[in-house]
């Protein structure tokens, strides 16, 4: 049986991904491509790993690979310890130029939510229970 093992974004930029993503606490190597290939791994807590890959090293092998359009690619989203912490999750990244997809609010299913978008547009949701 197949096991989810790992979770791939595909980014324009890799060290400024790595970088908005490590202030998320995976922890990406240093320097983040050594060998040049366009890609990094961070593994998460249970053993998921966050892959990054760019836009060329994904164009090497699928040739076809377009941009999507009408929406975010992914869903990621990072659990924060407490209500306060993703208020202050939040505050920090938008602090440091990330922007606002949905401010933090108080989410019908019973958690704080707030949504930002990472370096390449994607929607980065952060929660914790009310």
């Known amino acids: 049986m197949a096991q989810l ?3 791939g974004v ?4 890799l060290e400024r991904s790595a ?4 202030k998320l606490g995976l922890d990406f190597p240093d320097p983040i491509d050594p060998e040049g290939h366009g890609h990094a ?9 966050v892959m990054l890959d ?4 994904i164009g090497s092998f699928d040739p076809n690979w377009t941009k999507p359009s009408g929406g975010h690619r992914i869903g990621l989203a990072f659990e924060c ?10 505050a920090k990244l938008i602090g440091e130029a990330a ?7 108080d ?3 019973g958690q704080r939510y707030a949504q930002i978008n990472d370096p390449d547009g994607n929607v980065v949701d952060l929660f914790a229970a009310l």
Request: hydrophobic share 45%.
């Open 81 to 90: 310890n407490s209500a306060a912490d993703v208020d202050a999750t939040y």
């Open 10 to 13: 595909i980014v324009a930029d």
């Open 19 to 22: 970088a908005f993503y490590r």
């Open 107 to 109: 989410a019908f299913w």
């Open 54 to 57: 760019t836009i060329d090293t």
């Open 5 to 7: 093992a790992a979770v």
């Open 41 to 49: 791994e961070a593994v998460g807590p249970g053993g998921l790993r």
């Open 99 to 105: 922007k606002s997809y949905k401010e933090p609010w």
